[in-house]
């Protein structure tokens, strides 16, 4: 049966998934630019065909993966209507997801086309609609939640996340945007299934008990 699935949420010793002051030229916050030098280090060790912990999380979140789902802040830096919709993602003309891409955002826009395979659309629907969609598009595969924190809490509280993979980074944020704040009985239901480091993070996955 597909999944729903979340992997490679960077979060800090004190639990923020994102630092303050979130904005183009600080997408993930005043202070966590360093917290993901860990995935960007295993990217390039798993195109190099290097293998260790950090290279085996990330190589799993790509498996079997047939559709995204993300929060506008994800998507862009930009809060509010749109001014314009020429703004099209982080992540240039051929983005790295190849599938459909489930936009949260209380500000619709037309779908767009990218290089690829990928396609943004932008819903304010329920989170159970957008999960029912996003498993429609994915045929058969497991669905991932790409981020940010706001979303992932989401998905927790409506206790439909299958996987959740933390990076647990040696580092005490202070501030910012907390991932495991608000959830009320949302993580009851899960369980820590593994837990191992490296010398960059503390990998830990939760699944459904």
């Known amino acids: 049966m597909p999944k729903l699935?979340?992997?490679?949420?960077?979060?800090?010793l004190d639990g923020y998934a994102a630092g303050p002051n979130q904005r183009l030229e600080h997408p993930l916050g005043e202070g966590f630019e360093e917290m993901h030098d860990w995935m960007f280090a295993a990217m390039r060790?798993?195109?190099?065909?290097r293998t260790g912990v950090d290279v085996d999380h990330v190589a799993r979140s790509e498996e079997n993966i047939g559709a995204t789902i993300m929060g506008?802040?994800?998507?862009?830096?930009?809060?509010?209507?749109?001014?314009?919709?020429s703004w099209k993602g982080w992540w240039g003309a051929n983005p790295p997801y190849h599938n459909d891409v489930f936009v949260h955002t209380h500000h619709l826009r037309p779908s767009v086309p990218m290089e690829g395979g990928t396609t943004f659309h932008f819903t304010d629907e329920p989170v159970e609609t957008v999960l029912a969609r996003a498993f429609e598009a994915a045929d058969g595969k497991d669905v991932r939640i790409g981020g940010g924190a706001a979303t992932v809490q989401q998905y927790l509280r409506a206790g439909l996340i299958d996987e959740l993979h933390l990076a647990v980074f040696p580092k005490l944020l202070g501030s910012g945007e907390r991932l495991l704040d608000n959830l009320g009985d949302g993580v009851d239901g899960y369980r820590v299934s593994e837990l191992v480091s490296s010398p960059a993070v503390t990998h830990a996955v939760l699944v459904r008990r």
Do not use: C, K, L, Y
Not at 5 to 12: F, G
Not at 45 to 49: N, S
Not at 76 to 85: A, L, S
């Open 5 to 12: 699935r979340v992997h490679n949420i960077t979060v800090s």
């Open 72 to 85: 506008r802040n994800m998507f862009g830096p930009h809060r509010g209507p749109w001014q314009d919709e």
């Open 45 to 49: 060790d798993h195109a190099d065909g």
